[in-house]
């Protein structure tokens, strides 16, 4: 797997394609059934089921914590399971479209298990906010990064 990104586009209907470079490196392969969730309003993130059910155990065996609460919270408000139609488009949900800003033109983010939609202009907000200091690059020297 390359972390990259993607153009693509939310037509009239709402129907988000993925892209078929992106498809192919999911672990799970193509799957029938997607989670689509945010974790906090910016962006929609879209797991393979397979892989978010994971990560729901882990949470649901996880001790009671006020930080999993408000997860919890923002899982559910903008949670939903989406089924691709036969050309492999989803819906994204009406409450993350909303939120994030998503329509028409779109920037799709590979990450290690999941991909996340963004709308291009909170993306660059996002990324001109908050770019790497020398706290966060000495950490990721920690991890292993020399870049």
Sequence with gaps: ???CNQPAKIDDKFRLRIPAQFRRDWPEGVEEKYFVTSDDGKRAQIYQLP???RIEKMLLDAPLHPSKVKLEKFISAYGAV???DPQGRIVLPNRIRAKAKLSGDVVIL???????VWNEQILDSDLDEGPLDLDDRTNLV?????G
Excluded: A, Q, S
Aim: proline fraction near 5%; charge should be negative; aromatic fraction near 20%.
């Design 82 to 84: 989406v089924t691709p």
């Design 1 to 3: 797997m390359i972390f």
């Design 51 to 53: 892989v978010w059910e």
């Design 142 to 146: 920690g991890l292993g990064y020399h």
């Design 110 to 116: 590979e990450k290690k298990d999941r991909f996340e």
